[in-house]
């Protein structure tokens, strides 16, 4: 959906499609035609923007001759824009078992920017002509157990993102837009908070950048934040807080993600969160105690007797109220998206991708539906005054 603001281009409203267990361009094109269309028709909307998982065999198979025209070819006919693209998970995002796995291969890695960069070129293949910056939203560098093991990651992975913007530019020229990256701060990760971002940014890709040739102007035009609520909430980091960092850092934020995240208190919510542990992906979650914080990798590692307001990275329907002891911490999402709506980022995403592995209670009767009603919150509280 394009939403008009003054003096500002629309913003440009889409739902991560990484929701889908799409593996091959037959299945999305499938996946467009069913659900995607279903969810424009529901929200009696002209158009809908689609967040696309650009995953590595993927684009492998777009390369295919006419592949990518009938992709977009679909799009057209369905009423249905790309203009942002989710490059976080490079493979296999709907295996049994991703865990860590999401965060491999990392920014210290030649295959990651390898990886990014033909994604981007895809991208401006998909997205519909015109002027508009197209962006993409990637991991924070790795793990953070990847600093033990390689003191020098942040300088190493600074490099590379260096390069990936060398060559971002080069493509921005060729296809007459802005093609963007948005790095995405994530708990457990080398780069958790905004913070983190800016901070990295200043002490490590800015040198990095005019160690490769890249002016400081062109690297801030092609290297920005990828701000995910559900994320912060886990973090404890505010909105506000989080776009003082990166407005003193001078970095654009580029992409928002409008994401829910669980919240309840410990210990009377530890039985009621434990029953959400699942297999499939990490779910870091906080615990919070007067002015301390500490953090683990997932459900089934917070201690016994563990006291405290606490966060999990579980992204929540944003229209859903969780069972007692549980919360969404959606109820913080109206006041932040009325601070982000005055930035010139026009890229706001819809990602709750974690339908496949809610309880009941938070499923509606069909992915459609569910989407629809999440993208219906989102346009409300970013149209509301």
């Known amino acids: 959906m394009l939403l008009p603001r003054e003096g500002l281009p629309p913003i440009q409203l889409s739902y991560g499609a990484n929701v889908h267990p799409a593996e091959t361009p037959a299945e999305l094109i499938q996946t467009l035609r069913s659900v995607s269309r279903g969810v424009r028709e529901r929200l009696r909307s002209a158009s809908l923007g689609v967040g696309l998982h650009l995953h590595e065999p993927l684009i492998q198979a777009l390369a295919a001759p006419g592949s990518c025209e009938e992709l977009k070819a679909t799009l057209d006919s369905e009423g249905l824009f790309v203009g942002t693209a989710n490059v976080f998970p490079q ?18 890695q030649d295959e990651r920017r390898s990886y990014t ?16 910056a197209l962006s993409l939203s990637t991991l924070p560098l790795g793990h953070r157990d990847l600093v033990q093991n390689s003191p020098g990651i942040r300088r190493v992975a600074a490099h590379q993102i260096a390069l990936a913007a060398m060559d971002l530019h080069a493509l921005s020229q060729q296809a007459g837009r802005l093609v963007q990256l948005a790095i995405e701060p994530e708990p457990a990760c080398i780069l958790e908070t905004q913070a983190d971002l800016a901070h990295w940014y200043t002490r490590e890709l800015v040198p990095a950048a005019k160690a490769c040739g890249l002016d400081e102007a062109r690297l801030r035009e092609h290297v920005g934040s990828c701000l995910d609520c559900c994320h912060g909430a886990v973090m404890h980091e505010s909105i506000e807080s989080a776009m003082q960092s990166l407005h003193e850092a001078e970095i654009r934020i580029m992409k928002v993600q409008i994401s829910a995240a669980l919240e309840t208190d410990l210990p009377a919510g530890l039985a009621a969160l434990s029953r959400l542990h699942e297999e499939r992906w990490l779910h870091q979650t906080s615990v919070r105690c007067g002015q301390s914080m500490f953090l683990v990798e997932d459900i089934d590692q917070i201690p016994l007797g563990a006291r405290g307001l606490t966060r999990t990275h579980f992204h929540i329907p944003l229209h859903a109220e969780p069972t007692a002891p549980l919360r969404n911490t959606a109820l913080t999402l109206p006041r932040a998206l009325r601070a982000l709506r005055q930035l010139p980022c026009a890229h706001f995403e819809v990602e709750t991708y974690s339908f496949g592995v809610l309880p009941a209670d938070l499923a509606r009767s069909s992915l459609e539906e569910s989407v629809a009603a999440e993208l219906a919150c989102a346009r409300d509280w970013l149209c509301e005054n």
């Not at 493979?91 to 796995?101: E, I, L, T």
């Open 91 to 108: 493979r296999a995002f709907h295996a049994a078992r991703v865990k860590q796995a999401v965060y491999s291969p990392n920014w210290s």
């Open 117 to 132: 960069v033909s994604a981007a070129r895809t991208l401006t293949q998909l997205a519909n002509p015109g002027t508009e």
